[in-house]
T-cell receptor, first 113, second 113 residues
Framework: DQQVKQNSPSLSVQEGRISILNCDYTNSMFDYFLWYKKYPAEGPTFLISISSIKDKNEDGRFTVFLNKSAKHLSLHIVPSQPGDSAVYFCAAKAGYNTDKLIFGTGTRLQVFP | NAGVMQNPRHLVRRRGQEARLRCSPMKGHSHVYWYRQLPEEGLKFMVYLQKENIIDESGMPKERFSAEFPKEGPSILRIQQVVRGDSAAYFC???????????FGSGTRLTVV
């Protein structure tokens, strides 16, 4: 039962252009969403998050959009840089005091010159 | 990932042996989480511990797996009588409390031969 889905296993984008990574979820109880970035042989690093009371959160080159009615969120990276090449995981939690995160399967982003 | 220390980074065990994975949380963090990542999959929650207490072990396999976080020393994830299907990357994360985001360690890659 995959409650958080990242249907694109990989994405290739040219440097300077926009990268859009997508994530869908099925559990309507999820109210907080996070994006993590992971390099090979390292642990995930927190990137950006969004609460369900918002539809957009921005931090520098990274913006997350949330569409609750569609149970869909996306991460926009603009402009994309070669150092952004990594695996990006979408994660969700249900409730402010909930301990566990439910992760998607990840999207491998490659930014080429 | 600075601050959450996991060791060993790589662990090779023969089928039937025991694997012990260690996690030292960031200084001041009293909440520890263990996640497992199987090849080509996202991270799956295993267990959430506070000092000397297991808070949520809903993701732990019923047999062979156990976790502890003693008053002194690191958190330990123990896998008895390992099988090939236990081969995975095991990530530990810590937080100040359950309302804050995690910081992940770099993981332990377990290979069962």
């Amino acid at each position: 039962d995959q409650q958080v889905k990242q249907n694109s296993p990989s994405l290739s984008v040219q440097e300077g252009r926009i990268s859009i990574l997508n994530c869908d979820y099925t559990n309507s109880m999820f109210d907080y969403f996070l994006w993590y970035k992971k390099y090979p042989a390292e642990g995930p690093t927190f990137l950006i998050s969004i609460s369900s009371i918002k539809d957009k959160n921005e931090d520098g080159r990274f913006t997350v959009f949330l569409n609750k009615s569609a149970k869909h969120l996306s991460l926009h990276i603009v402009p994309s840089q070669p150092g952004d090449s990594a695996v990006y995981f979408c994660a969700a939690k249900a409730g402010y005091n909930t301990d566990k995160l439910i992760f998607g399967t990840g999207t491998r982003l490659q930014v080429f010159p | 990932n600075a601050g959450v220390m996991q060791n060993p980074r790589h662990l090779v065990r023969r089928r039937g042996q025991e694997a012990r994975l260690r996690c030292s949380p960031m200084k001041g963090h009293s909440h520890v989480y263990w996640y497992r990542q199987l090849p080509e999959e996202g991270l799956k929650f295993m267990v959430y511990l506070q000092k000397e207490n297991i808070i949520d072990e809903s993701g732990m396999p019923k047999e062979r797996f156990s976790a502890e976080f003693p008053k002194e020393g690191p958190s330990i994830l123990r896998i008895q009588q390992v099988v090939r299907g236990d081969s995975a990357a095991y990530f530990c994360a810590s937080s100040l409390d359950s309302n804050y985001g995690y910081t992940f360690g770099s993981g332990t890659r377990l290979t069962v031969v």
